[in-house]
Nanobody, 125 residues
């Protein structure tokens, strides 16, 4: 059974850092495209960052480039999102997602088939 379990969200002041974790089961993270989405109240869900080691593909939204870094640990089967210099506009519910049905998928036109439950990130000004 495929599962994605996020952790690491919380309340932080602007300029601070958080690291989100996504523990995966049912598939190997290094063999599939994994991405983080976020949704803020009243806004559409947006892809924040993606990594696909199997095809050597990565993606980061312009709004987080230079501040957020996605990485994976195959031994722990976990994907991380390191978020630095957080801004109030980063406040959102962050979801870990994956494309499991297509192991050769990259980060272009990222359309995941599995989602986690989400973890809340709140950045105060």
């Amino acid at each position: 059974e495929v599962q994605l379990v996020e952790s690491g969200g919380g309340l932080v002041q602007a300029g601070g850092s958080l690291r989100l974790s996504c523990a995966a089961s049912g598939f190997a993270v290094d063999d599939h495209a994994i991405g983080w989405f976020r949704q803020s109240p009243g806004k559409e869900v947006e892809v924040v960052s993606c990594i696909s080691k199997s095809v050597g593909s990565t993606y980061s939204a312009d709004s987080v480039k230079g501040r957020f870094t996605i990485s994976s640990d195959n031994a722990k089967n976990t994907v991380y999102l390191q978020m630095n210099n957080l801004k109030p506009e980063d406040t959102a519910l962050y979801y870990c997602t994956a494309i499991v049905a297509a192991p050769d998928a990259g980060c272009g036109d990222y359309d995941p088939d599995f989602w986690g439950q989400g973890t809340q990130v709140t950045v105060s000004s």
